[in-house]
């Protein structure tokens, strides 16, 4: 008898439970070897008084089974209450998020019937890292942060998948003509690792031309790999232009746990009537078997999931009197598919997964990674300074400045000192550049500190500070507008 994964079981709000059970149902008939181990989360946790809709018995599953088949949710509405999926996602490190965009016309209607792409986002990092601070009256600020490391993992992930699924070409979309240190770090690690796959097509776009691309020419694409904001934003582009949003299914995978579910939400709308779609969610637990290495039950599943679409059973969302043969309720679809087990789909290509051969998905290997030498070569200030004049301002700092030399002031990244952009509408953010005359000198942080000393004394409010540093003689730091 096959060894059963035990997985934990979340079914979730509003339509949850239904297609849920549908799935649980198509699962159990399939002999998919999985044990659900049931947890409450959601709605009912929220109302209870606990703000992450979470409780203790559930992060004690999650962290005995490590893998998540999880309904929608619905959070309440009201202040407060953190998202479950944020909670999870940052508690349990997933950092790559997967989302399958395939055509299923003419069932579904799409412009794009050859559509068949996956996004693969990075999830962690990025401006969703959720650090940001309001700096002045009128300044606010979100942090884009960016690392090595968390490119690296993304990125490999992103060509395993390929390698995995047998997909042909990997696209990395991102802005790094504009931020050329963040996005320049992911195209850089890109190009880095992207060599260690002969085998498979490269390619690159900047996010904005790749996203009106995604939007008109989908079939060029195969794997896309991207930041977590271009990622959110293009998984749903993609999700709308293939026209399926209701069926499709999402992987969150971590180095050590899964999540996965349905795109769509709880559907409070529809809830308790049984005629939900229970697609998603079953394409969802799909890539949850091949997590798992149940390829085969996988495989069972998706092509007799595709022969009832074909046969023209469907529910009511995607029921349409030209291809449409029967409407059926939430239960009815999940008995169609069970009766077409076994069976191929002959309008769709019926789907083989693969077992990896021994070793195939050892093939990581670390990344030479040698530590650049780090040096101090300056300093930007920030001040908040409501009315002034970058001129008065210039002058009064290079007054007071000892060995450290004012190099340039800004005002929303646009050089407004010495001889700086007079059209500039100047707020009260102002970041004043301090460097020795010779620009690349190194510096002791001695230094910064009499600097932040004396520049306190005279009465000015420094917001923060940013270390200006060199690795290995680079800059590390962008110029200025107009520098
Ligand atoms: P929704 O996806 O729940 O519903 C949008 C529309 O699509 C509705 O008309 C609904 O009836 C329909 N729909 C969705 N899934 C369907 C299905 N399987 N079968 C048939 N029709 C379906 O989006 P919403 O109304 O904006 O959100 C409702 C609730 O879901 C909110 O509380 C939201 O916070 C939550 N939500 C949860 C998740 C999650 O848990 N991952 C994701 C998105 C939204």
């Known amino acids: 008898m096959t060894k059963k994964t035990p997985i934990t079981v ?39 008084g606990n703000t992450t809709g979470i409780p203790d018995s559930a992060w004690q599953s999650l962290s005995r089974t490590k893998v998540l088949l999880k309904a929608p949710i619905t959070t309440p509405q009201g202040g407060g209450y953190k998202s479950l999926n944020v909670t999870i996602r940052k508690t349990m490190g997933l950092y790559a998020n997967v989302r399958p965009c395939k055509s299923l016309s003419p069932f579904v209607e799409t412009h794009f019937p050859n559509m068949d792409l996956v996004i693969i986002r990075e999830n962690e990092e990025d401006l969703y890292a959720g650090i940001e601070y309001r700096q002045t009256d009128s300044a606010y600020q979100c942090l884009k942060l960016i690392t090595r490391g968390g490119c690296e993992r993304i990125i490999e992930y992103a060509f395993q998948y390929a390698r995995k699924f047998n997909r042909k070409k990997v696209t990395c979309m991102i ?116 997590h798992i290495n149940a390829y085969e039950k996988a495989a069972l599943i998706e092509n007799a999931w595709l022969k009832t679409l ?8 995607i029921y349409n009197p030209v ?25 769709f290509k019926p789907v083989v997964y693969h077992v990896p051969v021994h070793g195939e998905e050892d093939q990581q290997g670390e990344m030479p990674s040698q530590l650049a030498e ?25 007054t007071l400045t000892l060995n450290l030399d004012l190099q340039v002031i800004a005002n929303r990244g646009v050089k407004v000192w010495p001889c700086g952009q007079i059209q500039v509408l100047c707020s009260d953010h102002w970041q004043c550049r301090f460097q020795r005359s010779k620009e690349l000198t190194p510096i002791a942080f001695e230094e910064v500190l009499q600097l932040l000393g004396r ?15 060199t690795f290995d003689g680079q800059r590390g730091f962008s110029l200025v507008q107009g520098q």
Do not use: W
């Open 10 to 48: 979340a079914y979730g709000d509003g339509i949850g439970p239904e297609i849920m059970t549908a799935v649980l149902t198509i699962l159990n008939a399939a002999g998919a070897p999985v044990e659900p181990d049931v947890i409450e989360v959601g709605e009912k946790v929220y109302l209870s």
């Open 175 to 290: 802005k790094d003509n504009i931020m050329k240190m963040t996005d320049g770090i992911f195209h850089q690690v890109f190009n880095e690792i992207g060599a260690k796959y002969p085998d498979i097509e490269k390619s690159h776009y900047i996010i904005d031309i790749g996203t009106a691309r995604l939007a008109t020419k989908p079939e060029q694409f195969d794997v896309i790999v991207t930041e977590n904001l271009y990622g959110d934003i293009i998984s749903d582009v993609a999700a709308e232009v293939v026209g399926s949003v209701g069926m499709a299914g999402s992987a969150n995978i971590g180095s050590k746990v899964a999540m996965f579910e349905a795109i769509h939400g709880s559907a409070p709308d529809i809830a308790g009537k049984k005629i939900a779609n229970p697609s998603g969610l079953l394409n969802a637990a799909i890539q949850m078997l091949i």
């Open 310 to 317: 074909e046969d023209g059973i469907h529910t009511a969302d």
């Open 323 to 347: 291809h449409s043969k029967q409407k059926v309720n939430t239960d009815e679809f999940a008995a169609a598919v069970i009766k077409r087990l076994g069976e191929k789909p002959t309008h």
């Open 374 to 398: 780090q040096k101090l070569v300056g300093v930007d200030v920030f001040i908040n300074l409501p009315v002034c004049g970058p001129e008065v301002l210039g002058e009064a700092f290079r």
């Open 455 to 469: 520049l306190t004394q005279a009465g000015y409010q420094i917001i923060k500070i940013e270390n200006l540093y």
